[in-house]
């Protein structure tokens, strides 16, 4: 089993930034990706961005050039800076990885239990 504990988030003023940050625990043999997604009130849940384990990066076109991935030097963080928000961006941010704990099952998806970010116009 995999675990995800996410932290950062908050309350922000439009125009502002903040950073998330995302480790992964428990019996991990291999991450294939991590990334971030979101969920408003009333809307599906959405990608945000996310990394591979080769580097691909991919992201929302709603955030590119407003957020940036990356994956910490520990293999098993990952980080989402957030600057320009905007109301808009206001959800739950949940991590997100695709990882292998046990070679004969293979590779399952793992959730954070989400972090709010909230942007005041």
């Known amino acids: 089993q995999v675990q995800l504990v996410e932290s950062g988030g908050g309350l922000v003023q439009a125009g502002g930034s903040l950073s998330l940050s995302c480790a992964a625990s428990?019996?991990?043999?291999?991450?294939?990706?991590m990334g971030w997604y979101r969920q408003a009130p009333g809307k599906q849940r959405e990608l945000v961005a996310s990394i591979t384990s080769g580097g691909h990066i991919n992201y929302a076109d709603s955030v590119k050039g407003r957020f940036t991935i990356s994956r910490g030097n520990a293999r098993n963080t990952v980080f989402l800076q957030m600057s320009s928000l905007k109301p808009e961006d206001t959800s739950v941010y949940y991590c997100?990885?695709?990882?292998?704990?046990?070679?004969?099952?293979?590779?399952?998806?793992?959730w954070g239990q989400g972090t709010q970010v909230t942007v005041s116009s």
């Open positions: 997100n990885t695709i990882a292998v704990s046990d070679w004969s099952r293979g590779s399952y998806t793992y």
């Open positions: 428990g019996i991990i043999l291999s991450i294939n990706t």
